[in-house]
């Protein structure tokens, strides 16, 4: 995993060398423009142009280097992405120095644009992989310097802008060449020393969010096994009231009756939240979904026909729509069958007699959209991202069904973000709401389908 | 045809309780075992015309353990097991397309706890062809 990171981070900043070296080429040709024509500096003119046309191709070769690398090579290595963002800062001081050569040498205060690159690798590569490049630097352009002092190269003038033959001045290359080595060196001790420190806290930062992960691992592990424990005496319980209910041990009188009932229907509702938890908490608990591809289609028709009854017994106008592209999806089929049941169950049991519910499912372009509407009571307003959070009830919801267990969508929405989906709820203007989530259709080649966020 | 006999093994003493009554009143003569050890003994003693089993017992997986060797003795292979569970939310076992698979779950049927008194007599009156 951290490989992986590591890696994506080092891809981004290859990219991110490659889209800088563009900057870099349309500011030498603007510059050399500009130097040229306005400020009438005597430059090598079309020296310049041509590196700078050769930079251009270059850095287009790179592009497509790391874009074939990205997208074909399944994983390129991490030393593979290290000696690719090495060598580039490589040949870009070897494009300074050609550029400084046809721009005045050491007389060409542009030279310090060496410093940019010595921080950009002390903050990509190791401290002593920083040092070298810092050294290959200060060693291309001592070795420019040098050979123009001694007439080995030709030395373009910078005329007007220099008119004093700084680059022959031995004394002053010399020197300048040690500030200039000097200054880099201590970039790249200033800079690897903040890197050090930054990954320092980055690896304490991971280490809390991992010690955080377990914790949450282990309440989950408490959550389950209690649960669990609690769900078996209900479940006692709940057999021998049935025994009893059901008069198996002989007549019961009216008063008797009703108390047994009245303790049988608050056992059915704790286990039912005892069951709502435990599903929730297993499922936070298990690392991978087992998904396929299934039938959308017939786990739409499956829901909507588990609320019918539900429907038809409170005069419901009850109805759905279905795009017919709709076909398969790619899922836990039946976690996403009985999420839209739930949420049909839910719009149904919270619309007053006479009233309407919908379901419809759409082809959006990457994802099938999911959307029950009722004419119900409607969400509290502010509270429409709340209904999602475990054990939280609206007020009006539970004026409607006081025990509910404040979970069915918390379960929702676990299933959903376990499918990389979305969910939403919010009010109709004509009164009533609309619950809504999408699966996107592309989920069978997520590499982390099914995996909790 | 006589009486019925049926094993029920449970760790659960008011589980055991609450079927017992349920299968008695039935007509069933019912015998109980209180862990896998014990009840392998009873089914070997009283040799039922159908058990009852608990899955999680002291182990995890007790109850499969005890109906794999039953199943596998050819003196006891033929006596249909009803498997009762609780856990199938804590195992995520989906028992509904599982029992019946030799290999995997080798038995009759199951229910999942609490006990209804109609389910339970209804199961074991198919399972014993009653019905």
């Known amino acids: ?307 019918e009854n539900g429907a038809k017994a409170k005069n419901l106008e009850y109805a759905y729509e279905m795009d017919t592209a709709v076909d398969t999806v790619y899922g836990e089929s039946t976690l996403i069958e009985e999420t839209i049941t739930n949420m049909l169950l839910n719009s149904v049991k919270y619309t007053p007699a006479g009233g309407i519910v919908k379901l419809s499912v759409k082809d959006a372009k990457d994802h099938i959209l999911i959307q029950i509407s009722d004419s119900g009571i409607g969400i509290p307003p502010d509270e429409t991202e709340k209904i999602f959070e475990e054990f939280y009830r609206a007020a009006n919801a539970r004026k409607v069904e006081r025990d509910g267990t404040g979970l069915g969508l918390s379960i929702a929405k676990q299933v959903v973000t376990r499918h990389h989906g979305k969910i939403w709820a919010q009010n109709n203007p004509e009164g009533g709401s609309t619950f809504s989530f999408t699966i996107p259709k592309d989920l069978q080649s997520h590499p982390e389908a099914g995996t909790v966020r | 045809m006589g009486q019925r006999k049926i094993v029920i093994v449970d760790d659960d003493p008011d589980i055991v309780e609450s079927m017992k009554v349920v299968l008695e009143s039935a007509g069933y003569s019912v015998e109980t075992a209180s862990n896998g050890t014990e009840g392998l003994e009873l089914i070997k003693e009283v040799n039922p015309h159908l058990v009852i089993m608990d899955v999680m017992m002291n182990s995890l997986q007790e109850g499969f353990i005890v109906s794999r060797e039953l199943k596998s003795d050819p003196n006891y292979k033929h006596i249909p097991i009803l498997m009762v569970t609780s856990v199938k939310d804590k195992t995520g076992i989906d028992f509904e397309s599982a029992a019946g698979d030799d290999e995997w779950l080798p038995v009759e049927g199951y229910f999942d706890k609490p006990v209804k008194p109609q389910v339970l007599l209804e199961k074991v009156k198919s399972l014993l062809h009653e019905s």
């Not at chain 1, 430059?43 to 041509?50: D, E, F, G, K, R």
């Not at chain 1, 080595?181 to 001790?189: D, E, I, K, M, N």
């Not at chain 1, 969010?209 to 649960?227: C, G, H, P, V």
């Not at chain 1, 057999?239 to 008063?255: A, F, M, Q, T």
């Open chain 1, 1 to 307: 995993m951290e490989s992986v990171l590591q890696s994506k981070s080092l891809i981004q900043r290859a990219y991110w060398l490659v889209h800088l070296r563009w900057v870099a080429v349309a500011v030498l040709v603007c510059a050399t423009f500009l130097a040229s024509e306005t400020l009438k500096v005597s430059l090598a003119v079309s020296a310049l142009y041509t590196v700078a046309a050769a930079v251009a191709v270059y850095n287009f070769v790179l592009f497509d280097l790391l874009r074939y690398l990205v997208e074909r090579a399944e994983h390129p290595s991490l030393r593979m992405l290290s000696r690719i963002i090495t060598f580039q800062i490589g040949a870009d001081f070897v494009i300074l120095t050609v550029i400084l050569h046809y721009s005045g040498g050491i007389e060409n205060p542009f030279f310090f644009s060496f410093i940019f690159h010595v921080v950009i690798a002390s903050t990509i590569l190791s401290t002593l992989q920083s040092y070298l490049a810092a050294t290959f630097a200060v060693a291309v352009f001592g070795t420019l310097t040098l050979l123009e002092s001694f007439g080995v190269l030709a030395h373009y003038e910078l005329v007007p802008f220099v008119s004093v033959d700084f680059f022959a001045n031995r004394f002053y290359v010399l020197g300048t060449l040690f500030v200039f080595s000097a200054t880099l060196y201590l970039v790249v001790y200033m800079t690897t020393s903040i890197m050090k420190q930054l990954r320092r806290q980055q690896e304490g930062f991971e280490l809390v969010n991992l010690q955080l992960k377990q914790k949450d691992y282990y309440k989950n592990e408490y959550i389950l096994r209690l649960t669990h424990d609690i769900k078996g005496h209900l479940a006692a319980i709940d057999g021998c009231l049935n025994v009893v209910r059901e008069k198996i041990v002989g007549p019961l009188n009216d008063k008797q009756m009703d108390l047994i009932e009245r303790g049988h229907n608050r056992a059915v509702k704790c286990l039912a939240f005892v069951n709502a938890l435990l599903k929730l908490t297993r499922m936070k608990l298990t690392g991978r979904l087992d998904m396929e591809l299934f039938s959308l289609k017939r786990s739409i028709f499956n829901a909507f026909a588990a609320a």
